[in-house]
T-cell receptor
Framework: KAGVTQTPRYLIKTRGQQVTLSCSPI?????VSWYQQTPGQGLQFLFEYFSETQRNKGNFPGRFSGRQFSNSRSEMNVSTLELGDSALYLC????????????FGQGTRLTVV | TQLLEQSPQFLSIQEGENLTVYCNSSSVFSSLQWYRQEPGEGPVLLVT?????EVKKLKRLTFQFGDARKDSSLHITAAQPGDTGLYLCAGAADRLAFGKGNQVVVIP
């Protein structure tokens, strides 16, 4: 069974640009959650999607957005990038909603310069 | 917002020693999960504990869920270099809330 696939693995962007990250969940998983991981703050929850609907949202500005497609694949977008957005972005897929066991991808390492 | 505090933040020990790390919260969780993350990789689920007082063993790793379902501990017996990693606990409520992790380094 294939795991969670995130693309790209690494990304370098300039301040002010926008970026789109992609996540393909484990087959059969309908929930996809996104997290931002930095050394100082740890894993912070961005949002969760289930059946193409955002079910939960963390405390991030509106520059961070996401969506989920009918095949459960998900994308997240960050507009007007800031230096502080440099982080490892992790996607996790789960069978069910909210708090069920999460299976993570390898992450996308975003560097904003 | 449920906060999970993990202690100690960083722990370095010699191969063969035992160690215990902790995950504490003031909130009650329906379940608690432990993950291990290695550099450049995503976290990997180790175990889920559900019942207050529950103890689960995974080879040399022993996980315990507190009676009140607010805290947990992870004990590693005879640590090996392969145990090196960032151990994350996550409490299940309306979302998974993660602690900042216990960075464990096992020196050969």
């Amino acid at each position: 069974k294939a795991g969670v696939t995130q693309t790209p693995r690494y990304l370098i962007k300039t301040r002010g640009q926008q970026v789109t990250l992609s996540c393909s969940p484990i087959s059969g998983h309908r929930s996809v959650s996104w997290y931002q991981q930095t050394p100082g703050q740890g894993l912070q929850f961005l949002f969760e999607y289930f059946s193409e609907t955002q079910r939960n949202k963390g405390n991030f500005p509106g520059r961070f957005s996401g969506r989920q497609f009918s095949n459960s694949r998900s994308e997240m977008n960050v507009s007007t990038l800031e230096l502080g957005d440099s982080a490892l972005y992790l996607c996790a897929s789960s069978l069910g909603l909210s708090g069920t066991e999460a299976f993570f991808g390898q992450g996308t390492r975003l560097t904003v310069v | 917002t449920q906060l999970l505090e993990q202690s100690p933040q960083f722990l370095s020990i010699q191969e063969g020693e035992n160690l215990t790390v902790y995950c504490n919260s003031s909130s009650v969780f329906s379940s608690l999960q432990w993950y291990r993350q290695e550099p450049g990789e995503g976290p990997v689920l180790l175990v889920t504990v559900v019942t207050g007082g529950e103890v689960k063993k995974l080879k040399r790793l022993t996980f315990q869920f507190g009676d009140a379902r607010k805290d947990s501990s992870l004990h590693i017996t005879a640590a090996q270099p392969g145990d090196t990693g960032l151990y994350l606990c996550a409490g299940a409520a309306d979302r998974l809330a993660f602690g900042k992790g216990n960075q464990v380094v096992v020196i050969p």
